[in-house]
């Protein structure tokens, strides 16, 4: 049967739980073990996210949109259609008024000048007739027509109007030779200009 003595594990826990209160010194040499101890094992540890955390910024904006559009009843795809509408409309359907006296009168005087083609007559004079009357973006594609391939000699009718708006109007013209269609449109300097003519159908 062993011999107990105060080498037994007892004696040495009580030894080491009785050396901080044996002077002040190795109390204060206790404290600052413990705390040291306490600072490493918070700085390896990491910290786990709690439950309550926020969500991140970017998330948090895209529930906020999502909760405007929810709110307001109307998704941002059907804002930005309403918005293109808004600003395109005008574009696509000019608004329509009767013709200006204007606008006729050119379109009679440009095909007037354009029937006027008499044996001898140069292209440059020919065009010449026709630059008062034209836009400036279609006397160069005039300028490419041989007078002496028109049809026609003498206008036959007054310009009638097919198609008018505030800024263009569609007029026919009779001549010896055909009708032919104009398309007058105003300018910001010049005023009522023929920017198109076809043979009319």
Do not use: C
């Not at 007739?129 to 391939?149: H, W």
Request: aromatic fraction near 6%; glycine fraction near 8%; avoid cysteine.
């Amino acid at each position: 049967m062993p011999i107990r003595t105060n080498r037994g594990r007892s004696a040495v826990y009580r030894k080491l739980w009785g050396w901080p209160l044996r002077s002040p010194r190795h109390l204060i040499t206790f404290v600052i073990i413990v705390v040291a101890l306490g600072i490493v094992v918070a700085s390896v540890i990491p910290k786990a996210p709690s439950s309550g955390s926020a969500q991140p910024a970017g998330d948090t904006t895209t529930d906020s949109a999502g909760a405007t559009g929810s709110s307001s009843g109307q998704s941002p795809t059907t804002t930005t259609t309403t918005a293109q509408t808004r600003l395109t409309s005008p574009l696509l359907n000019p608004t329509p008024a009767p013709p200006s006296p204007q606008a006729l009168d050119v379109a009679l005087k440009w095909v007037k000048a354009w029937v006027n083609h008499p044996a001898g007559i140069t292209a440059q004079q020919w065009l010449d007739q026709l630059k008062p009357y034209t836009t400036d973006e279609f006397l160069p594609q005039m300028g490419s027509v041989d007078p002496a391939n028109v049809p026609a000699t003498k206008v036959t009718g007054a310009a009638v109007s097919v198609d008018s708006t505030t800024s263009s109007v569609v007029a026919d013209v009779s001549t010896d030779g055909g009708t032919i269609q104009v398309t007058v449109i105003t300018t910001p300097s010049q005023g009522w200009r023929v920017s198109k003519y076809d043979k009319a159908g």
